[in-house]
């Protein structure tokens, strides 16, 4: 294989924050803290709906942490009156108008078109010439990558119409393509703090075989972070775990133009637990269930702390609005 032969398969990662041009301070919308703005360091070179300039390449740091109660004593983490929300390292109610993490992927909101050929359309990656097939496990297996602290492992199952195994990618009859990802090790910020990260992705694209009208994509990912520092004098842990579902995407195949997914359902769900020495541990999380039906007008269903609102987003926008 020829280095960096691309395929039809997952996105690549890019490191940058969320645009602000998503965000919106409509009343019909929510916010989304800083916790879930970003997803857990490395977690873009896993397969997931995410988008990867949610990955900002730093763990979440978090806001004031204590010790705070009347005249600035009490016990670490604890709360003072006038303070609520603002002391628990979470911060205030952060940006509006939004999906956590970044947002979709292009690949899942209509902004990659599709092409004849290797490369193109949604779902590209690309496969180092150094990859080896092991005709015992059927995989392709590829030299682990080194980012900053982070190991990141992927392996490749190719499979023709029939199911049978195949050494490589081949244009004539690769049918569905399994990618598995696996991310780990530890990032240390400049103020010290150690962040150790998890993260394992497996997705599958099948309908690639020529004569192919669409594409079904199905995959699952989940990631945690550990972050151990200290802020305004107290020691803190803060977890932050991801997940994403796909479950029956279907892209139909039209040639030269993006297309919205017709069909299929995306789960993605982020928690987010911040504990300071010596006190309370405060939990925060949020869902968010996206579904498909041929319309760029897509149903999205968001439980924020248990709360839930259902929201939409007219692809190939971002805003998120909600009634």
Partial sequence: MSRFTTILVTG???????????ITN???????????QTVPVGFSANSS????????GVPFFPGAVGPHGPGGQGAPGQMRHGDAGHRDGFGGPGMRGQLMGGGLGPDFSGRVPFGRGLGHGPFAFSLPDACTFNATSGRVSCPDKLDHGLTISRSFAFTDTAGAAQAKFDTTSTDAVNVKVAVSGTRIRRNSS??????????????????????????????????DGVRDGVSFTAVRTAGDTTTGLVIPLVDGRPTIPSAGVVVRSMTVTITPAGGTATTKSRREKITFDGSNVVSVVVTQDGVTKNCTITLPDRKLVCE
Avoid: I, Y
């Avoid at 690549?12 to 998503?22: I, K, P, Q, S, Y």
């Avoid at 409509?26 to 879930?36: E, M, Q, Y």
């Avoid at 709906?49 to 900002?56: I, L, P, T």
């Fill in 12 to 22: 690549t990662a890019a490191l940058a924050l969320a645009a602000c041009a998503d």
């Fill in 49 to 56: 709906s995410f988008d990867a300039s949610g990955d900002a």
């Fill in 26 to 36: 409509s009343a019909n919308t929510l916010a989304v803290g800083s916790a879930f």
């Fill in 194 to 227: 150690t962040s150790a990260v998890d993260h394992h992705s497996d997705r599958t694209v099948s309908g690639l075989a020529p004569g192919s009208s669409e594409r079904t994509v199905n995959g699952t990912a989940k990631g945690t972070e550990t972050t």
